[in-house]
């Protein structure tokens, strides 16, 4: 079956840095854009980055300039190095796989980890 696994998340304080990182199972990973989308509680999920097979990257603007995503084809991982936490960024993050012209909804979902930022 395949499926994503996301880690990394934590409690972390205002300022502060996490990693978090989402392995594939399955074969051709290269193929499939892949995303970080948050839910915080009471609010719709949202997304926060997503990067092409191309490795053309696209942030919400709430991010940009603070979050990286990278994608590592031979690991099958994805990662989201998130720096200059701030409060509003308290969600749990999801990791998304899609081919290309398929919605994010209609694609593969990881379970979910925890970034709390809080001092």
């Known amino acids: 079956q395949e499926q994503l696994v996301e880690s990394g998340g934590g409690l972390v304080q205002p300022g502060g840095s996490l990693r978090l990182s989402c392995v594939a199972s399955?074969?051709?990973?290269?193929?499939?854009?892949m995303g970080w989308y948050r839910q915080a509680p009471g609010k719709k999920r949202e997304r926060v980055a997503h990067i092409t097979p191309g490795y053309v990257t696209n942030y919400t603007d709430s991010v940009n300039g603070r979050f990286t995503i990278s994608r590592d084809n031979a690991k099958k991982t994805v990662s989201l190095q998130m720096n200059s936490l701030k409060p509003e960024d308290t969600a749990v993050y999801y990791c998304?796989?899609?081919?290309?012209?398929?919605?994010?909804?209609?694609?593969?979902w990881g379970q979910g980890t925890q970034v709390t930022v809080s001092s």
């Open positions: 399955g074969s051709l990973f290269d193929v499939y854009v």
């Open positions: 998304n796989r899609r081919r290309i012209g398929e919605t994010a909804e209609n694609g593969d």
